[in-house]
């Protein structure tokens, strides 16, 4: 079955780091980017940044610029996303997809199913 | 970067009625890289429509999205029960990607 599978629901501290993963399975991950979607409790999607496993070019939007790092392992078929210092703010839905290519009208095809991550005092 | 302004946040429709959701772009669009997401409560968005107008397997044909440069419009023709949702346009070109706001069909 082709699908991407996220880790799941991390509770964290302030100031505590986090990696979260989004294994792909049933395709090559190499023949794909793969992007971060945040989703804030009650809000809409914002596109983080995408990578492709194939090489790693990483491309960020300029608001999580500087604040996450997005990674890939091609050999075991997984994307990451980390934070080296978590805030509070940092509360959200994260979702993983897949993005054929930039001159691909594809779209965003397949999604995971969300890491829930909740930082609190 | 593009912004989308999806207007108004919310729309109300009874079963049946159909159902056309707006996408502002603040400037030109290459039509080909335009989709429209659909997401329910507890679930990850599903893409609905790519390339402005083309539907993704599995979409139903009620669903149908057209527009070019900075408006495009999603129609569902006629609204089941589970249309009742949430719909995110996203453009994805330039090597970047933003999605509009979101629009919410409810039940009236």
């Known amino acids: 079955e082709v699908q991407l599978v996220q880790s799941g629901a991390e509770v964290k501290k302030p100031g505590e780091s986090l990696k979260i993963s989004c294994q792909a399975s049933?395709?090559?991950?190499?023949?794909?980017?793969i992007a971060w979607v945040r989703q804030m409790p009650g809000k809409g999607l914002e596109w983080m940044g995408i990578?492709?496993?194939?090489?790693?070019?990483?491309r960020y939007s300029p608001s999580f610029q500087g604040q996450v790092t997005i990674s890939a392992d091609k050999s075991i078929g997984t994307a990451y996303l980390q934070w080296s210092t978590l805030k509070a703010s940092d509360t959200a839905m994260y979702y993983c997809?897949?993005?054929?290519?930039?001159?691909?009208?594809?779209?965003?095809?397949?999604w995971g199913q969300g890491t829930l991550v909740t930082v609190s005092s | 970067e593009i912004v989308l302004t999806q207007s108004p946040g919310t729309l109300s429709f009874s079963p049946g009625e159909r159902a056309t959701l707006s996408c502002r772009a603040s400037?030109?669009?290459?039509?080909?890289?335009l989709a429209w997401y659909q997401q329910k409560p507890g679930q990850a968005p599903r893409l609905l429509i790519y390339g402005a107008s083309s539907r993704a397997t599995g979409t139903p044909d009620r669903f149908s999205g057209s527009g070019s440069g900075t408006g495009f419009s999603l129609t569902i023709s006629r609204l089941e029960p589970e249309d009742f949702a949430v719909y995110y346009c996203?453009?994805?070109?330039?090597?970047?990607?933003?999605f509009g706001g979101g629009t919410k069909v409810e039940i009236k």
């Open positions: 049933g395709y090559r991950i190499t023949s794909y980017w």
């Open positions: 996203q453009q994805y070109g330039s090597s970047s990607v933003t």
């Open positions: 400037q030109s669009v290459t039509s080909s890289y």
């Open positions: 997809a897949r993005f054929l290519e930039w001159s691909s009208p594809d779209g965003f095809d397949l």
């Open positions: 990578i492709y496993p194939g090489d790693s070019d990483t």
